[in-house]
C-alpha cells in the first residue's frame, strides 16, 4: 500500500513490439534537466511512446500532474492507455497548445519538454512513407487525419518550390537536379506514390553519394518537413512554451537537425538579450522589455556509448533553458 506522501505507478502499458523498437534519447538528461518538483505541473509536448513522460512520473508525487500532446494518432492511443490520475494527454499539434491549456485550465507549468523530429516506430512502419528503405504509400504525414500526403504535395509543388525545399530542409547539393528528375516524371504523366520509386528517382538524380548515407536521406527530410510544416510549429510552439512557465521553469528541447536546433537557439538567444543594450542606447534598459529566458549550460550531445547503443541519436542536440522573473 502506498503511503500518503508517496507517487503512484505510472501506469504505462507495456510497450507493443513497434514501441519497444523505440529507444529514448537523452532520456535521463531531459528529465534531470526539467528539475522535477514531486507537486510540479509540467508538459510533454511529444509523448511519442512515452519515454519521457513515464520518467517525470516517476519522480512526480500524488500532487504534481502531467499533461502530453502529441500529433500521431498511435502515440496518442499509447498515451490514452496510460492509467494514471496524474496524467492527461490530447491530440494536438504544437501550434494548438493553447487548446491543452484552456481545456485543463492550466496555470503556469514548471516545465515543458519537446522532443522533435520523429519516432523510431514512424520510421519503421513502411506504411507510413517515412522510410526509403521500406517501400510504401509516400504519406509522411505524422497526424494521418489531415492534410496532404507527399505525395499529393508531389503532384501539384512547382519545380522551383520543390528546389527550395529540398536545397533548404535538407540541406541537398543536387536539389536541382533531384527537383527536375521529379517533375519529368510528372510531365511524363507519371505519379509517384510510393517510397520506394521516389528513392529509385532521387538515386537517379544524384552524381556523388555520401559515404554511408542514402541518396533520398536529404530529399526525404525535406519532404518530411515541408508536408508537416515541421519549422512553422516549433516556431510557433516556442513563444507560446515561454508565456506558460512559471519563474524558474525549465524548457527543454531535443532536435535531431541544424535546421530545428537553429530556431530554438537563436529563440532562447533573443529571449535571453533582450536587456543587453550597449551603454549609449538612447533609451534605458529598464524601460525596455527584460531578459525573460536564459540558457542553462551548453548543448547536450549524447554520450558515446548511447550512440553505440542507439545509432539514431548521434544527432541530437538538447538546449535548457529557465524562465526568468515573470513580468
Known amino acids: 500500500m502506498q503511503g500518503a506522501n508517496s507517487a503512484p505507478t505510472s501506469g504505462l502499458v507495456s510497450p507493443s513490439a513497434a514501441q519497444a523498437a ?15 518538483k514531486p507537486d510540479g505541473i ?36 499509447t498515451g490514452q492507455a496510460v492509467n494514471d490520475a496524474r496524467f492527461h494527454i490530447e491530440h494536438l499539434h504544437f501550434s494548438e497548445l493553447n487548446q491543452l491549456v484552456e481545456k485543463h485550465q492550466l496555470p503556469k507549468v514548471d516545465g515543458i519538454l519537446l522532443d522533435l523530429g520523429i519516432s523510431s516506430p514512424q520510421v519503421d512502419e513502411g506504411e507510413r512513407g517515412f522510410s526509403f528503405r521500406l517501400d510504401g504509400p509516400l504519406d509522411m504525414r505524422m497526424d494521418q487525419t489531415r492534410g496532404k500526403t507527399a505525395a499529393e ?18 540541406e541537398e547539393r543536387f536539389a536541382k537536379q533531384i527537383a527536375g528528375a521529379i517533375i519529368k516524371e510528372r510531365a511524363d504523366g507519371r505519379t509517384i506514390t510510393t517510397t520506394g520509386e521516389l528513392a529509385k528517382i532521387v538515386a537517379s538524380a544524384v552524381h556523388k553519394v555520401e559515404p554511408g548515407k542514402n541518396p533520398a536521406t536529404r530529399t526525404f527530410q525535406a519532404l518530411r518537413i515541408l508536408v508537416n510544416q515541421e519549422l512553422e510549429e516549433l516556431s510557433l510552439v516556442l513563444p507560446r512554451c515561454l508565456d506558460l512557465l512559471a519563474e524558474g521553469g525549465r524548457l527543454v528541447v531535443i532536435s535531431f537537425h ?42 547536450i550531445k549524447p554520450s558515446l556509448g548511447e550512440v553505440e547503443a542507439n545509432p539514431r541519436a548521434r544527432s541530437a542536440v538538447m538546449r535548457v533553458a529557465e524562465r526568468t522573473a515573470v513580468a
Open 22 to 36: 523505440h529507444v529514448t534519447v537523452l532520456l535521463d538528461e531531459a528529465v534531470d534537466a526539467l528539475a522535477i
Open 42 to 77: 509540467y508538459i510533454d509536448c511529444t509523448f511519442g511512446r512515452g519515454g519521457h513522460s513515464q520518467k517525470v512520473l516517476e519522480q512526480l508525487g500524488v500532487d504534481g500532474r502531467l499533461y502530453a500532446i502529441d500529433r500521431d494518432m498511435a502515440a496518442y492511443a
Open 153 to 170: 504535395v508531389l503532384a501539384t509543388i512547382s519545380e522551383k518550390k520543390l528546389r527550395e525545399v529540398i536545397k533548404d530542409y535538407g
Open 258 to 299: 541544424s535546421l530545428e536546433d537553429r530556431v530554438v537557439k537563436r529563440f532562447i538567444r533573443a529571449e535571453a538579450d533582450r536587456d543587453d543594450l550597449p551603454a549609449n542606447f538612447p533609451v534605458k534598459a529598464a524601460d525596455l522589455p527584460q531578459a525573460r529566458m536564459l540558457s542553462i549550460g551548453k548543448a
